[in-house]
Structure formats: C-alpha cells, structure tokens
C-alpha cells in the first residue's frame, strides 16, 4: 500500500471504451481516500500510454505479465476477454498480488477450478459479481434473514439486456462464440443466478431450456457474418435449500424493458428492479417491499450511474476485506459454484430432463 491507498493495477486498459474504462476508473477515482491506480496495461505499449493517461495512473506496460510482476502493484484487476484471463489471474497470483478478477473468471469449469485452487492461504480475491455488493440486494438479504419474509415460497426473474440481439458491434463479436465462455448464459445468466442464490439459497434442482433464437448474427459497419453457438434466451426453472420455488427468463436483445424480481414469503413481499440496458447488474438496483422495512442504505459514493454504481460498492468491500483480514466478498470458489451451476443448467437444457444439483 502507499500509505493507507491501496495500489492498482489495471489489466485491460482502453482510453475510449472496455469495462475497466466504464466502471473500474470511474468507481475508484471517486475513492482517491483508499485506492490510487498505479499502473495500466493493453494490447501494446501505444495502447497502455493512452490508457494511463486517460485514467490517471502512474505506469503503462504494454504486457500484462510486466504489470502483474510490478512491486508496487498490490492489487491486480483483470479487466480483459474471458479467455485471457486464466494467464494473468495465475501470474498474478503467483507473484502475491491480491486479484479482482471479472466474471465469469474462466472460459469453462477446469480453467476456473485451477484458478481457484492456485490462490494462496493469506491473498484476497474477488470475483466480479458486483450485483452482490448492491446496497439494495444486501438489505434485501438482511430483511430475509431477519423473517420479515417468512418462508420464502415463490421468485420470479426476468432479466434482459440488449447484447445477443439481432447484430453485434465488432468488439462484441467474439461474446457469440459459446467456446470463448462469455456468454448471454454465462455473463446475464451468471449475474442473475449469483444473485437469486444469494437471497433464496443454493439451487437443488433445475429445469432448463436454453435457445439460440438467431443464428446468424450481422457484424455492424461490415459485411461480416457470424455464427452465434450460445444461446440468446434462457429459461430456468428451480427450488432453492430455502424451499423457494423459482423462475428466471433472460432474454437478449432488449433494451426497452426492466429487469424485475417479484419474492413472496408467507409474511410479506419484496421486489426488486434495475432499468439499465446493458444488464440489472451495471445499474441502481431499486428495492420495494410490501411492509415497513427500514430504507436502504445509502450508496458508498454518491454520484456515481450505471456501470460504476455496484463496483465501487465491490472495491470498497474488497479493500474492507484486505484490511481487517476478513474474506466476505464473492471469492474464486463461489465462482467455482457458479460455473458448475451454469453447466448443470446447460446440461439440463440439452438432455431435456431436471437436474438434481445436492
């Protein structure tokens, strides 16, 4: 740390546009207090130096690995394609670094397995479902736990966003590809099913369809064609170790319609909403309940929209964590449980009949 900021180090840096540029930046330069970002990498050294200068860091490396050997890095966040992050999570690692890693953390279960297995005894990790760390969702599971629900009986979900719709910008083209990991399935559905297993308990069973709604998906501002081999809608239903009984629709391609959850309890109510296109995940997430449940509490840093919003709720209770030596945060082995999670509802989908989880 330099004195009591800790010092970040960004892999996947994008002066212009990319998700570190949208919502890492964003969230930690509203806490200068207890982060400084202290390097930034990309693609090439041209790259990293537009990059840094546009996120105020202190060093640009035009290789990730020169980043994460860095001394005066102590936390590493891994902000690049899916299918890059496996290398640079376990050089990271291997080095002492903590590490933020975004969801999903590997392209299929081995890749995750191994990287949760090479975090060391004493390093601090977190995986990038920041849905988790929403003001609203932690009261909402506080309110649960407290019995102002009851018996938690019936959920519904309906989760869009607009990505997997009819055409793909060029940068997004290589999220159709089922084989790279970053999916409608695993990026929409992996954010929402993070969250309903954090209010209702872990799935016991699950019933699945999973459909690949358009197949051939138009590149914009060519005439490039892909193959789309991930699904673009899915279909869960569920029951939870809480006995709840669930529902979830994630649909691509929507950008007019909120995201919505509706949890009965024999004793009450709550909803939950988000109106950002992109995902419930990268926006406010509003509660509503139907008794007189204490108001949410306020956000970490005020002034933040959209894709920062929930992230800096995550980094403030990442670096929470690596102060007190405390491990509360969405870690590499939750990451394991959800990947194998996203395979027993694809296997459910593909073989037609329910899967049974424990």
Sequence with gaps: MAGNRHRIGIVGGNANRAWAHDAHVPALRKMTDRFVIEAVSARTQELADEANAAFGGNRAFGDSLALVRDSDVDVVAVSVKVPEHRAVVLAALAAGKHVYCEWPLGRDLAE?????AAVPKGAHVMIGTQALSA???????RLIEEGHLGDLQVCRVFSPTVGWGDSAPPHYAYLQ?????????TIAGGHTLSM????????VEVDA??????RQVPITGSDEMVERT?????????RHESGCVSTLEVTGGVANRDFSLELV?????LTMSSSFPGGYQAGTIVLETSFGAPPVPAHVVEGLRYAPVNVAEAWARFADDIENGTYTVPDFEGAVRLTRLLDAIDAASASGQRAVLR
Excluded: F, W
């Excluded at 003001?135 to 599971?141: D, I, K, Q």
């Excluded at 590809?177 to 399935?185: F, P, Q, V």
């Excluded at 309890?265 to 109510?269: E, L, V």
């Design 135 to 141: 003001p609203a969702v932690l009261h909402a599971r």
């Design 177 to 185: 590809d089922k084989a790279n990991g970053a999916t409608l399935e």
């Design 230 to 238: 991930c699904a673009d809608h899915m279909l869960v239903l569920g």
């Design 112 to 116: 995750a397995e191994q990287m949760a």
């Design 209 to 214: 369809r999973n459909t690949i709604m358009r």
């Design 265 to 269: 309890g024999t004793r009450g109510s």
């Design 196 to 203: 309903m297993e954090y209010l209702l308990g872990a799935y």
